[in-house]
């Protein structure tokens, strides 16, 4: 990896897990308002280190950049092994699992780069019919003041699932083509919006 890679300016504890869901919701507003701020910064940022351009074609380029994602997220500076991990359940039971593999700071800045990436694409090319929006209940929620896509059948969290999906890479189940994939299933399940009578 070439050195200097910017760090993606919010990486959660991956140690009990995303503070967000204690936030109060003008906090989660603020982090709403600065996320879609720093998008076009960090995807500058993924182009320049790859020496990449995006084109008219967003399923060619999410390949070709994808697959330079996934070779990077391979070495060593990109993930580590987890080691174990207590979880505690609402019932109060415990278990003690096995992270696996997890991204380090840069891993998680490469796949958060590429989700935002993602989102840039299918904003320009289906801007009419998603738009962001932040989750703000239930509290629940597994995206909860999160920023999501909507206008699919389920709204869509681009780094988050990015997150899985550089794991996917660093586990070998999935190539640099997911990020490609994702685009085309996430347009297959587009909704349509009502034009009216």
Known sequence: ??????LFPYIPESKGGDIRREWPKNKGEEYFDWFLGIVDARIDNLLGHFREAITFDSSADL???????AAELLSDECW???GETTIKFRSGHMAVVDRGKVLTKIGYSLAADMGCLLAHLLLR??????????????????YYLHPVL???DLPFEPVEVS????????DGTESGDTWAQMYHRLTDTMKTKDTGP
């Open 63 to 69: 390949k070709r950049i994808g697959n330079k994602v």
């Open 150 to 152: 909507v206008g699919f």
């Open 125 to 142: 090319d289906f801007g009419e019919k998603i738009t962001w929006e932040l989750v703000t209940k239930p509290k629940n929620d597994m």
């Open 163 to 170: 997150i899985v999906c550089a794991l996917r890479v660093i």
């Open 80 to 82: 580590r092994e987890g």
């Open 1 to 6: 990896m070439r050195k200097g890679y910017s």
